[in-house]
């Protein structure tokens, strides 16, 4: 098997994620005859063969005529293909067990329109689209995301049988892609670990959320539910509003506060959907896992950090 691979990679030239763009050259774009294609080339020898038995005239013209038609469907096909450029485009987390998708951005600096281009990731969906003269358009490549972690997609096939779907033009490219899949959240989990600011155990931070306390810089973490928008729309600059009185509620996500008997995938699971739902409530929470440390924030910048390291933890 490790030789046939060798034998591939070299023949179509795949050597990992290549530089953008990707151009699509001549010597990168390969042909062959479909199906159809070789039907239509034993009749066209069946049709040569009867006109050299029966001397036929017009058999000889006909049998020509049609196999003109075979080379130049093979012509056009090929340029349908030939110095497409491709591009990465934005690539969204997702969770593990939904679908990826890779954005891909495909450019036709010809005047000839493009038609029928088809595109497939081994293992997902294919995506058909066409390419205006001198134009660009965006797909997105769909890929099952089955387990956490960076996602490569690998080789990307390009294929086209525009016109008459006698000839398969296709070529292989691997763009620069990733997406980073986040854990799946437990779907029943226990309620979030609660702690109050102040309790017995918990040092009184001086912030609450009954009494407003005044004004200061806004901080990317902060809640937008918390920023002051009477003062932005005076067109001051934008102010977070401060809060005293009660203690604030906070959401430690500890790695060792969890039962001993859950595994890695279904502590990282609680954890993801602990961690959502603590967003989504506008609490301040903090992620502990084992050699590392998120202290408590807000907003999709913390979001985004403690998903991050959920997602990539062991790695």
Not at 267 to 279: M, N, P, Y
Request: glycine share 10%.
């Amino acid at each position: 098997m490790q030789p046939v691979a060798a034998f591939k990679r070299w023949l179509f030239r795949l050597y990992g994620p290549e530089p953008s763009p990707i151009v699509l050259t001549q010597r990168r774009v390969y042909v062959l005859p479909t199906r159809p294609g070789l039907a239509y080339a034993a009749a066209l020898g069946l049709m040569l063969i009867g006109a050299i038995n029966y001397n036929l005239s017009l058999g000889y013209a006909l049998t020509f005529l049609l196999a003109g038609l075979g080379l130049v469907t093979l012509l056009h096909t090929f340029r349908n293909l030939v110095r497409i450029e491709i591009s990465p485009g934005r690539v969204e987390p997702v969770f593990a067990g939904d679908a990826a998708h890779f954005g891909l951005q495909l450019h036709n600096r010809r005047r000839p329109g493009r038609f029928a281009i088809r595109l497939n990731l081994a293992g997902g969906e294919a995506v058909t689209t066409d390419l205006a003269p001198e134009a660009s358009t965006a797909v997105n490549l769909p890929l099952p995301a089955h387990r956490r972690g960076w996602l490569r997609p690998g080789r990307v096939t390009l294929e086209t049988r525009y016109p008459l779907c006698l000839v398969r033009a296709w070529s292989y490219v691997e763009p620069d892609l990733r997406c980073l899949v986040y854990p799946r959240p437990e779907a029943s989990p226990p309620p979030l670990p609660l702690t109050a600011a102040g309790e017995s155990g918990t040092a009184r931070s001086g912030r609450g959320s009954e009494d407003f306390a005044g004004l200061r810089t806004h901080q990317p973490a902060d809640s937008p539910r918390h920023v002051a928008w009477k003062a932005v729309a005076r067109e001051q600059p934008l102010l977070t509003k401060q809060f005293s009185g009660a203690g604030t509620v906070q959401v430690w996500l500890d790695w060792d506060a969890l039962p001993p008997d859950l595994g890695i995938e279904a502590r990282l699971s609680r954890l993801t959907r602990w961690l959502l739902d603590a967003h989504a409530q506008g609490l301040a929470y903090g992620l502990r896992l084992p050699g590392r440390e998120i202290p408590l924030g807000q907003g999709e910048r913390q979001l985004q950090d403690c998903l991050e390291a959920l997602a990539l933890y062991g790695d």
